[in-house]
């Protein structure tokens, strides 16, 4: 298998499970209980907060473990709207995530007015689209840092000193820049940002939300008074030293991350572009994650493709995992080029570290010739 499909999940890696492994076998205490056996683990649970809080640059006490990011996602809408219930306006993006679109919809159902900024033809938004759209109503702009099907990067340090100049609460979706670009909450004003551990050889079933000290909370899963009463629910030890272990190694591979993995992504995408008539790269040229690319395939249908490349035992994608088994094209690539049927034939491939240009050269020769057979 050639795995190509990263943005969609990964791996979890021998370190993270071996890390995790005591907790799924002799340490399985529960964090809240009185006696040592349990409450130790809270020290457990502490030093992997503290590992996420290390990746961010944030204080630990600001890191809240979830079950994965469309909860943070969801958290950090119900938080900042609990807090503003006179402000009845949301500002997003029409590239955002299902977890977010789709929240956002069903608030609009609730009276909530939603403005979904535009993005041009490389996926990009323009700041002074989102200063316009500010007004004395709204209560959140949630916009994401990197684009989970085009890996286009979004000026977040521009729009977290707009959103702070007008006063405004900002979320960030950050699900697909982490351990992939460097993120530093000393620098970036965000209030809140959704974390998703299994984007970064985590398992999956765990997430986190970054709530900046003082921004306001009110829980969405209320229960007892775990994560000091911000999420009820006993914690799940095991997931929660995976994320912390995996954060611990995304930062030291952090550096390296570009150099890794860029090569082979532009040898990916060259090498398409370059030798198969009729495709079109979605997203900005530069402003994007270096794993990413997302590309159409002008007249062939990204399923048949998909299906061949299946066959061929190559993983990759039409554009959401959450969104894989719809019907509907994607909203993205519609956001961007609502012009062209480029949304049902677009495939995303992103890569990791571990993918080789040997992958990549046998990959290009089973795309060159899926796309022939499914021409004639
Ligand atoms: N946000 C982005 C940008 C994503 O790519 C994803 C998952 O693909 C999510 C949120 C939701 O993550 P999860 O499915 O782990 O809740």
């Not at 007004?135 to 840092?145: D, F, G, K, R, Y």
């Not at 398409?272 to 979605?282: A, H």
Request: aromatic share 6%; proline share 4%; charged share 20%.
């Amino acid at each position: 298998m050639i795995y190509l499909d990263h943005n969609a999940t990964t791996s979890v890696s021998p370190e993270v499970l071996e890390a995790m492994m005591p907790y799924l076998t002799t340490e399985w205490g529960n964090p809240s209980s009185s006696y040592e056996f349990g409450s130790k683990l809270k020290m457990a649970v502490e030093k992997a907060r503290n590992q996420v809080a290390q990746l961010l640059g944030a204080n630990s006490r600001e890191i809240l473990f979830t079950s994965c990011a469309t909860e943070s996602n969801n958290t950090a809408f119900h938080a900042s709207l609990k807090a503003n219930p006179a402000k009845r306006h949301i500002i997003t993006s029409g590239v955002e995530h299902s977890s977010v679109i789709n929240d956002c919809m069903a608030l609009e159902k609730e009276g909530y007015k939603v403005t979904y900024l535009p993005v041009d033809r490389d996926g990009l938004l323009k700041i002074v689209d989102l200063e316009t759209a500010i007004t004395t109503e709204t209560a959140i702009v949630s916009l994401m840092w990197a684009n989970n099907e085009t890996g286009v990067v979004f000026p977040i340090s521009d729009i977290a000193q707009v959103c702070k100049a007008r006063g405004v609460l900002f979320h960030c979706d950050a699900v697909q820049a982490v351990g992939k670009i460097e993120i530093d909450l000393g620098k970036i004003q965000a209030d809140y940002l959704s974390v998703a551990g299994h984007k970064f050889n985590a398992p999956k079933g765990v997430g986190a939300l970054f709530v900046r000290n003082k921004a306001p909370f009110s829980p969405l899963i209320r229960g007892g008074h775990q994560e000091r009463g911000r999420r009820g629910g006993t914690e799940s030890v095991p997931l929660i030293v995976g994320v912390g272990k995996a954060a611990e190694l995304a930062r030291k591979k952090l550096l390296k991350y570009d150099v890794n993995v860029r090569p082979t992504r532009d040898a990916l995408e060259n090498g398409i572009l370059r030798s198969i008539p009729n495709t079109e790269l979605n997203g900005h040229s530069t402003q994007r994650l270096a794993n990413t690319t997302s590309i159409t395939f002008h007249g062939i249908e990204a399923e048949s493709l998909l299906l061949l490349l299946n066959r061929y035992g190559i993983c990759a994608s039409s554009g959401s995992a959450c969104l894989a088994d719809s019907e509907e094209p994607s909203h993205v690539i519609k956001a961007m080029k609502p012009d062209n049927g480029a949304s049902r034939q677009t495939v995303r491939f992103s890569l990791g570290t571990d993918n080789t240009l040997i992958d990549i050269n046998a990959v290009l020769n089973k795309i060159r010739s899926a796309v022939q057979s499914l021409k004639c």
